[in-house]
């Protein structure tokens, strides 16, 4: 996973290490500078080929059709942008929620099966991972759609009188993106799960608490650097869905990847696509930066 | 060898051949060989699918006949590539197969090299279809298709949009292109006066029906909403809806009047690699016999209009450009999309998603 890049990251215990290799005295390179030196080969790699195009591209965003913030203006005036960020959002932050609220469901779940229940249960999460999420799509409208399998069940037993529409809207989006995202957060929120020392929940109930008491104020707490981790993955890639809304919104749930493919291929305003791209890094760079002080995001990251 | 810019794959096989070639140099150069030697290839880039077999069929070893090579690319020329590719110096394309988009985005960009008419003839295309950056390659229309389990009798574009006749979902193309000129046509504007495009009006039209529309972004997509009895009416292109037609067994019906007949370009990118070659595959592709090829195959109606009388009785139905079908349609108007496409097609957007 991504993760494990920050978990190597033991810097901050190296310089208290009394038994630093000789090796490293001989040389006398400082211990931090031996690992940014290790280091150098990925960072190169990345600058090269990944900050270096990302910037070009994103600098078409001031400099296109003019050198300016013209561009950047739109963000303020432009009412089709506007309502664009709101649908993204929207969608985004509903996901997230829907997704986090199952996903601590089943994350519970697994901490407290049994070693061999575990392991099914962990390859029903892992392996829709492998599935493309084109597939995913269309296998969503086969169940999803009008004559789909669960709109006929529910109309043959009578639970229904006219097909829902779960598909088509934003419901149908919000279906199929939190379908994806669920391993994304299960994953973070198990993790922590397996952390938490069950003998405080033991305490807790020892000391009179009731069950739902002893998880309201143990548990909980205890499991939430997890759940916010979770849900700071998950907001992210749902900002940049692309696929499953084309597919599953009947063409009328625009969020802002589609709309700078739009932009980038059919209407040629590359100004106006790469403002929306640089717009969407320095949202996530900045969540990022502000959760960082309420959480330790490399403890986060790294307890995948 | 026998050319500097001669840079395919047969000019290293004479180079194989050893010093014998190398000898003869000056007498092959004259010879028909050495001419033929010295065409460039041409990369024809279409959609894909099966427009790739269609193509060589009907164009591919026409040309290659007459002594040329076109090389087809099925990845698709958006515009968004096209442009990139100008813009960076290293064009490896020499023929889009194109739209009216293309020529509206790109022509003001100074992206497109302008048709060599004096290789390409205007005489055997369409006058109204023959453009400074762009020549028609094969005609296709937008046309109402309907789900004839549904809808018992033969619809007409104003039952499009009543959803008492005809109750059940809708759908359009996610594309202002073709979708704003049949809402006017409903909406009673004559073909003949369609432009410029009171998008207003249209999109008032929509907005009457707007909660059932679904839009389609890809052709498969739109075969597949009606296929499954998703909608029971839709606007599509009329190649898909022939295919539905012979998949349902004619459950699937369309019919060309009140559609919009667009043409199909051939675009060149400015600085294209083959040169004046291009021009010389394209006109190449105007032969009436390969454009009838391209009908049987796709559905693609010929451009040509010597081609026309080519065509076989059976297949005139779905011939977007036979004379009867296209007296029963209205015509897409480049010149008004060169000034508003863009504009048009984003307040489209904006629309179809609030």
């Not at chain 1, 392991?119 to 999460?125: K, Q």
């Not at chain 1, 009179?208 to 002893?214: F, I, K, L, N, V």
């Not at chain 1, 739009?262 to 949202?283: D, K, N, P, S, Y």
């Amino acid at each position: 996973m991504l993760s494990r890049l920050a978990a190597i990251d033991p810097a901050p215990t190296i310089g208290a290490d009394p038994s630093r290799s000789s090796l490293a005295r001989r040389l006398r390179v400082g211990g931090s500078a031996r690992y940014w030196l290790l280091m150098t080969p990925a960072l190169a790699l990345m600058i090269v080929f990944y900050v270096y195009p990302i910037s070009r591209v994103l600098w078409i965003s001031v400099t296109e059709p003019q050198p300016g913030l013209e561009n950047f203006e739109l963000l303020l005036t432009s009412a089709s942008i506007h309502k664009m960020l709101l649908t993204t959002a929207r969608i985004s932050v509903l996901t997230t929620l829907i997704t986090l609220v199952l996903a601590y469901v089943v994350a519970y779940a697994l901490v407290h099966a049994g070693e061999r229940a575990r392991r099914w249960m962990f390859l029903g999460v892992i392996v829709p991972l492998w599935i493309s999420v084109l597939v995913r799509a269309f296998a969503w409208f086969v169940l999803l759609r009008r004559e789909g399998l669960i709109n006929n069940i529910l109309m043959t037993s009578g639970v229904v009188d006219s097909p829902l529409s779960l598909i088509w809207n934003e419901t149908g989006v919000m279906i199929g993106m939190v379908h994806y995202m669920l391993p994304f957060g299960i994953l973070p929120i198990y993790a922590n799960m397996r952390d938490i020392d069950q003998r405080c929940i033991a305490a807790a109930r020892g000391l009179g608490a009731t069950r739902s008491e002893a998880f309201r104020k143990v548990f909980l707490p205890l499991s939430m650097p997890g759940v916010v981790g979770a849900g700071i993955l998950v907001f992210m890639f749902s900002l940049g869905f692309f696929v499953t809304p084309a597919i599953l919104g009947g063409g009328k749930t625009l969020m802002i990847a589609e709309y700078i493919k739009v932009q980038i291929l059919e209407v040629v305003r590359w100004g106006v696509g790469t403002m929306l791209a640089a717009t969407l890094v320095i949202v996530i760079g900045a969540l990022l930066a502000v959760l960082s002080r309420f959480v330790d995001l490399r403890k986060l990251f790294g307890s995948i | 060898m026998t050319s500097i810019d001669n840079s395919s794959a047969l000019s290293r096989r004479s180079l194989l051949k050893g010093g014998a070639a190398v000898i003869a140099a000056p007498a092959v150069l004259t010879s028909p060989l050495a001419l033929a030697q010295q065409r460039k290839e041409v990369v024809l880039v279409n959609f894909g699918g099966a427009a790739m077999k269609a193509f060589d069929e009907a164009y591919v070893q026409p040309f290659a006949a007459q002594g040329g090579r076109i090389v087809l690319d099925g990845s698709g020329a958006l515009n968004g590539k096209i442009l990139t590719m100008v813009q960076s110096g290293k064009v490896t394309w020499d023929i889009c197969d194109a739209g009216i988009t293309t020529l509206a985005e790109l022509g003001p960009r100074n992206a497109l090299e302008k048709i060599d008419y004096s290789i390409v003839d205007k005489a055997k295309v369409p006058a109204e279809f023959a453009y400074e950056n762009g020549v028609v390659n094969y005609m296709f229309s937008s046309v109402l298709a309907w789900d004839t389990a549904k809808v018992k009798e033969t619809p007409t574009l104003a039952d499009f949009f009543d959803l008492k006749k005809y109750p059940g979902r809708r759908m359009m193309r996610k594309d202002s292109q073709a979708m704003l000129e049949l809402c006017l046509i409903a909406d009673g504007v004559p073909q003949d006066k369609l432009y410029p495009l009171d998008t207003k009006r249209a999109f008032a039209k929509i907005e009457t029906i707007k909660k059932d529309v679904l839009y389609w972004n890809s052709g498969a997509e739109s075969q597949s909403l009606m296929r499954d009895g998703e909608c029971v009416m839709g606007l599509l292109w009329h190649t898909r809806a022939n295919v539905l037609k012979g998949e349902t067994q004619g459950r699937i019906a369309y019919t060309f009047k009140d559609g919009l007949l667009q043409p199909g370009l051939w675009v060149v990118p400015k600085g294209n690699p083959a040169g004046a070659e291009a021009f010389r595959a394209i006109a190449s592709m105007q032969q009436p016999e390969g454009q009838v090829k391209l009908l049987a195959a796709m559905g693609n109606g010929p451009s040509n209009p010597a081609a026309q009388a080519l065509v076989p009785p059976d297949l005139r139905a779905m011939n977007p450009a036979d004379p009867a079908n296209v007296a029963v349609q209205a015509k897409i108007n480049a010149a008004w999309y060169i000034e508003n496409h863009s504009k048009t097609f984003q307040a489209y957007l904006d629309f179809i998603s609030s």
